[in-house]
């Protein structure tokens, strides 16, 4: 269980391991707002 003070996290990378974690803290209750350096992520393409 992921026990934190923050109102959101901010992840780097839009791939597979950015979207899972942002799937997963979601489903502990924690916002979060993604980061990617590419124009689209790699699996959207
Ligand atoms: C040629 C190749 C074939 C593959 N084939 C398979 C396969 O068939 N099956 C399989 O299961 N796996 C395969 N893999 C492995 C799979 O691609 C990786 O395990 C998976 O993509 C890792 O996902 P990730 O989210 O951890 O990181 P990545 O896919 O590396 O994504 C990281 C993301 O972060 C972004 N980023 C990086 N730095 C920044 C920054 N400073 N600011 C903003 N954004 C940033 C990048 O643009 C990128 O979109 C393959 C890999 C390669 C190279």
Excluded: C, N
Aim: aromatic residues 4%; proline residues 2%.
């Amino acid at each position: 269980m992921i026990q934190s003070h923050a109102k959101k996290a901010l992840i780097i990378g839009a791939e597979i391991g950015g979207a899972a974690l942002a799937l997963f803290l979601k489903s502990t209750g924690l916002e979060s707002e993604v980061y990617e350096a590419r124009e689209q992520p790699e699996a959207s393409r």
